[in-house]
């Protein structure tokens, strides 16, 4: 059954440093998003991407934050000066082009330490 | 802003038990409720309700919307051990829109 993968599975890195954490979305998706999960809170949306450009983002989601999708099957999150509050279980997700679905199949996720 | 409030947040319960988690929300714009079962790592999709009354099941797992009252029931029977997880509702307030997730419930079921 196709899924979505995410590389690293866990990401350490120091304040201030640039990180790209990297998805691969379900083939045949049209739509894709970022989330995050902070250790013991909910999970939160930050963007949504869809034909090559966002479609919509969070306030979270500021200056320090960037997406792409650089060839037809990758799709990356860049995190330009990571603060230590940044430090989060990043899930990439996808969701196919039904008309009205929201239904996000959600990849395992980067774990992101920011020392 | 939308909203989603899950209830209780924690469950124990011993093999063999019925358990129902509760979900209640408010979104503009109302599209579809989805649960998903989070074990280690990912969220994995359960279902997606869009349409008031309509049971969904699957194996020992149903779930039902009531978009009147705005909430809804994820009903499992006969609990086991690997049903163990953090059960998440989020709703979709448009189509292919974010999704507003609530706070999880984490059930343990006792051997």
């Known amino acids: 059954e196709p899924e979505v993968t995410q590389t690293p599975s866990h990401q350490v890195t120091q304040m201030g440093q640039e990180v790209i954490l990297r998805c691969v979305p379900i083939?045949?998706?049209?739509?894709f998003y970022w989330y995050r999960q902070i250790l013991g809170q909910k999970v939160e949306f930050l963007v949504s991407?869809?034909?090559?450009?966002?479609?919509?983002k969070s306030e979270i989601f500021d200056d320090q934050f960037s997406v792409e999708r650089p060839d037809g099957s990758n799709f990356t999150l860049k995190i330009r000066s990571t603060k230590l509050e940044d430090s989060a279980m990043y899930f990439c997700a996808s969701s196919p082009r039904t008309s009205g679905n929201n239904e996000q199949f959600f990849g395992p996720g980067t774990r992101l330490t920011v020392l | 802003e939308d909203k989603v409030v899950q209830s209780p947040l924690s469950l124990v319960v011993h093999e063999g038990d019925t358990v129902t988690l509760n979900c209640s929300y408010e979104v503009t714009n109302f599209r579809s409720l989805l649960w998903y079962k989070q074990e280690k790592k990912a969220p994995t999709f359960l279902f997606m309700l869009?349409?008031?009354?309509i049971e969904k099941k699957s194996g020992r797992l149903s779930s039902i919307l009531d978009k009147k009252e705005l909430f809804s029931i994820l009903n499992i029977t006969a609990t086991q051990t690997g049903d163990s997880a953090i059960y998440l509702c989020?709703?979709?307030?448009?189509?292919?829109?974010?999704?507003?997730f609530g706070k999880g419930i984490t059930l343990s079921v006792r051997p």
């Open positions: 083939s045949n998706h049209l739509y």
């Open positions: 991407f869809y034909n090559n450009e966002i479609s919509e």
């Open positions: 989020a709703v979709g307030g448009g189509a292919n829109s974010k999704l507003t």
């Open positions: 869009t349409s008031s009354g």
